[in-house]
């Protein structure tokens, strides 16, 4: 069971990771806009993606180490990645927001719509009967609010959260016997 101050200790330190979170996402989501244009770019942003539970775990057992004494269960790890994931996921869905809804200006709908009208693109989509349904999607996309791309990544964010948590919290977590064992 955990006490009053060892819950504020861990929101403290969830808040505080979860901005870190959210700056790693951002720097992603800004190489991924560049990368549309740059391939070398847009592969540094996927692999900044990948990274994202392997940063979890290292910010969990910088908590465990320093905030826990390095003694942390598996529960406590699993609610300490959620709300990292929680978090960071919020700041992320306010700087998507913003991009959106102020910079954007339907940058990558145009980008988009260059990559899918390409000849080789066209080529491709007519060889696979998908050029009617590449350009719906492309409507589509046009229709979608600032609002509800910050949600739908918000609402991934934190789904994600509930998945990784386990496997982060399983390999992360360290009880009195197991530091007696090393």
Do not use: C, H
């Not at 180490?65 to 609610?79: C, H, L, Q, V």
């Amino acid at each position: 069971m955990m006490t009053a101050p060892e819950y504020i200790q861990l929101k403290a330190f969830a808040r505080q990771d979860g901005a870190f979170l959210a700056l790693l996402w951002v720097i992603a989501f800004i190489l991924y806009i560049i990368g549309v244009q740059s391939q070398l770019l847009g592969l540094a942003a996927v692999m900044l993606v990948v990274y994202t539970p392997i940063f979890v775990g290292e910010r969990l057992r910088k908590f465990r180490d320093y905030g826990r004494e390095g003694i942390i269960s598996f529960r406590r790890g699993y609610a300490y990645s959620v709300l990292v994931f929680f978090y960071g996921g919020v700041l992320f869905a306010l700087a998507q927001y913003l991009y959106f809804a102020f910079m954007d200006n339907g940058y990558l709908l145009s980008q988009f719509s260059k990559m899918v009208t390409s000849e080789e693109a066209q080529q491709m989509l007519k060889q696979y009967g998908m050029t009617e349904m590449m350009t719906e999607s492309l409507k589509e996309l046009a229709n979608i609010r600032p609002i509800d791309y910050a949600l739908n990544m918000l609402t991934i964010n934190i789904t994600l959260g509930f998945v990784l948590g386990v496997p982060i919290s399983l390999i992360m977590q360290r009880t009195k016997s197991n530091i007696a064992n090393l």
